[in-house]
T-cell receptor, first 113, second 113 residues
Framework: SQKIEQNSEALNIQEGKTATLTCNYT??????LQWYRQDPGRGPVFLLLIRENEKEKRKERLKVTFDTTLKQSLFHITASQPADSATYLC????????????FGAGTQVVVTP | GAGVSQSPSNKVTEKGKDVELRCDPISGHTALYWYRQSLGQGLEFLIYFQGNSAPDKSGLPSDRFSAERTGGSVSTLTIQRTQQEDSAVYLCASSTDREEKAFFGQGTRLTVV
C-alpha cells in the first residue's frame, strides 16, 4: 500500500539548534514534494517545493533534500527559534495522479528558549 | 479576495441532517482541493477540481459526500445524512495549477451531535 510516513513523536529542540524532520514514502512515484507548516486551528501554509530532479532546495533558514532512491525527504530548520514551533507536513504530488496532493500526518516541532 | 475563504468557520449539526460547506478560492486559481482533518490526524484527501471538472473523486468517503464547483470559482462540499464520524475540520485549498503550491483556507470545523 502507499504510505507517507513522518515521525509521529514531537521533536523538542533548543533554540539555536538545527531541527531535522524526515518524510519517507513507499509505493509512490512523486514528481514533486512539498513541505507545509501548520499552526493550531489554522490551515497549512506552504514553505518549499522540490522536484524529483532536484537534490536540495533552500529558503532562508530552511533546507529540503529529496532522495528518490531512498524515497526520503529531509527538512531542516537551522538556527531554530521558538516561533518555528508548529507541525510540519510533507506532501507528494504523484506522477500518475496529477492534482492529488497527498499529505503525511506531520511532525510537531517544539523549540524552547 | 486576498486568500481562500471558507464558510461557515464552525458548524454544529444533528446526526442525519445535511450540511453544505463553502469554499471561495483565490481569484484566478484553477485548481481546488478539499481535505478533511480529524483531531490530531493528517490531511485526508477528498476531491480535486481543475476548473469545474473533478478528475479525481477517489477520496470521497462515501456516496453521502458530494462536491461541485461552478464558474471555475466557488466550490461546495455537501454531506448528506451526517454521521458522528463526519466530525472533523474540512479544509479547502486552491492553486494556480496542479503543480504549484496550494493556499489553504482556515477550515470549517464540523461537529455532528
Amino acid at each position: 500500500s502507499q504510505k507517507i510516513e513522518q515521525n509521529s513523536e514531537a521533536l523538542n529542540i533548543q533554540e539555536g539548534k538545527t531541527a531535522t524532520l524526515t518524510c519517507n514514502y513507499t509505493n509512490y512515484s512523486p514528481a514533486y514534494l512539498q513541505w507545509y507548516r501548520q499552526d493550531p486551528g489554522r490551515g497549512p501554509v506552504f514553505l518549499l517545493l522540490i522536484r524529483e530532479n532536484e537534490k536540495e532546495k533552500r529558503k532562508e533558514r530552511l533546507k529540503v533534500t529529496f532522495d528518490t532512491t531512498l524515497k526520503q525527504s529531509l527538512f531542516h530548520i537551522t538556527a531554530s527559534q521558538p516561533a518555528d514551533s508548529a507541525t510540519y507536513l510533507c506532501a507528494l504530488i504523484l506522477t500518475d495522479s496529477w492534482g492529488k496532493l497527498q499529505f503525511g500526518a506531520g511532525t510537531q516541532v517544539v523549540v524552547t528558549p | 479576495g486576498a486568500g481562500v475563504s471558507q464558510s461557515p468557520s464552525n458548524k454544529v449539526t444533528e446526526k442525519g441532517k445535511d450540511v453544505e460547506l463553502r469554499c471561495d478560492p483565490i481569484s484566478g486559481h484553477t485548481a481546488l482541493y478539499w481535505y478533511r482533518q480529524s483531531l490530531g490526524q493528517g490531511l485526508e484527501f477528498l476531491i480535486y477540481f481543475q476548473g469545474n471538472s473533478a478528475p479525481d473523486k477517489s477520496g470521497l468517503p462515501s456516496d453521502r459526500f458530494s462536491a461541485e464547483r461552478t464558474g471555475g470559482s466557488v466550490s461546495t462540499l455537501t454531506i448528506q445524512r451526517t454521521q458522528q464520524e463526519d466530525s472533523a475540520v474540512y479544509l479547502c485549498a486552491s492553486s494556480t495549477d496542479r503543480e504549484e503550491k496550494a493556499f489553504f483556507g482556515q477550515g470549517t470545523r464540523l461537529t455532528v451531535v
